[in-house]
């Protein structure tokens, strides 16, 4: 069980590089089995979830590798539509692949998904929408059975707006004949860098960002595609709260500042200097953060359900009392009791958690349940006394690329 140490107290200073997007990476990395010609990714994170997607796509009969932050990806000799159950049970987005083995092979079988346990995240909107595509689905014992040689384009109207389901359907449509047009879809950045990715490889697709996605199916072949993935948002954020824990200030480089508004705004509610320019972000904070009133978690561009933890961890030590409301799952507070070994003074009801903020935090031995949750307990190791050990950190890197050496190259000294 691996583990990370912080010894809280110490000041982040200096530059750090954000790097390229998960929530980008593993869809587009799915996608690949739709191209003809070779792919290459820059910017492709080193991740445990990044390396369980290309150990799927191998295989798959897929030629895969990543080499300092570059992925090589041919699936000319793609020959597989059965994904191998023991690894997508390691993995959440597993589930992205039904969509491009349908558009490559006609065909798909995938074992219910794995991932973080933070609440119910039900594959249905995934499954109708690639029913109302013409694809005829069954479930037997635990896998889900795809068949989609009578597919074609659609109408599709999401009840809510799910990015996976969004994503899935994207890649489904981008190859079979007939328009399609998904209303009420997710507007997250991701979204619309799946959409930039397909049409780099002989997709039509537009209106990615907007609540309506058009795709005109019937892709073109394209010998080869290059492509550099979106930093990542959640990445910086978490950085960001880091800075607003421990005091002092940071640059952070190749990040997307209008992608983050939310977060921008709730830090400078908590009195955080924030300055942004095209692609980079100078965030500065000194003494205690002030409390703040109300985070929400919405879908995008609400405040993302992916920062909920981290800024929880800030509102342990504001000077005031902080009301959090998680909308989007209800298993997302398992920090909570972690915190509380810290000395956090919370209270919590359901989805919402009223975080009433002490002066210091205590260093402590605890655990991580989940990604954003171990990011948490990090950030909140560095506003403690004393020396804090996070340990099952093999969730934290499932989504960060090295956080602890990133932190550390900022003074926070962890190991």
Wanted: glycine share 12%; charged share 20%; aromatic share 4%.
């Amino acid at each position: 069980m691996a583990s990370i140490l912080v010894s809280g107290g110490r000041k982040i200073v200096g530059t750090a590089r954000v790097s390229g997007a998960k929530n980008a990476a593993l869809p587009i990395l799915a996608a690949t089995l739709i191209a003809r010609g070779p792919v290459e990714l820059t910017d492709c994170p080193h991740l445990s979830d990044v390396e369980n997607m290309l150990k799927i796509l191998r295989s798959l009969g897929v030629s895969c590798s990543l080499e300092a932050g570059t992925a090589h990806i041919d699936a000319a000799k793609a020959e597989r539509c059965i994904m191998p159950q023991s690894i997508s049970k390691e993995i959440r987005s597993s589930i992205f692949m039904l969509g491009p083995l349908l558009s490559r092979f006609g065909e798909a079988v995938c074992a219910y998904p794995g991932g973080c346990e933070i609440g119910h995240r039900p594959v249905d909107l995934h499954l109708k929408g690639l029913a109302a595509l013409g694809a005829d689905i069954r479930e037997e014992r635990g896998y889900i059975i795809c068949d989609g040689h009578n597919m074609h384009g659609g109408e599709i109207h999401l009840d809510y707006p799910s990015v996976g389901a969004t994503e899935n359907i994207m890649m489904a449509a981008a190859a079979v004949t007939g328009d399609t047009v998904i209303t009420n879809s997710a507007r997250e950045p991701e979204i619309e860098e799946l959409q930039n990715f397909l049409n780099s490889i002989g997709g039509d697709i537009r209106g990615a960002g907007t609540s309506t996605i058009y795709i005109k199916g019937g892709m073109e072949e394209v010998p080869a595609a290059a492509h550099r993935i979106m930093p990542d948002r959640i990445a910086a954020g978490t950085l960001m709260c880091a800075v607003a824990m421990a005091g002092g200030e940071a640059e952070l480089t190749d990040v997307c500042p209008e992608h983050i508004g939310s977060l921008i705004s709730k830090l400078r509610e908590a009195g955080c200097h924030i300055s942004c320019g095209r692609d980079t972000l100078e965030i500065r904070a000194k003494g205690r953060p002030k409390e703040i009133k109300l985070i929400e978690t919405l879908p995008y561009p609400g405040f993302p359900t992916d920062m909920q933890a981290q800024i929880f961890a800030l509102c342990t030590v504001a000077d005031g009392t902080s009301v959090i409301v998680e909308n989007l799952f209800e298993n997302r507070f398992r920090h909570c009791a972690e915190l509380i070994k810290m000395g956090a003074n919370i209270t919590q009801k359901d989805r919402t958690a009223i975080v009433r903020g002490v002066e210091k935090l205590s260093g402590a031995v605890v655990y991580a349940k989940d990604l954003r949750g171990g990011a948490a307990l990090t950030i909140a190791g560095l506003g403690a006394e004393g020396m804090t050990a996070v340990e099952n950190t093999e969730y934290i890197d499932r989504g960060y690329q090295r956080l602890d050496e990133t932190l550390n190259s900022l003074g926070a000294c962890g190991s």
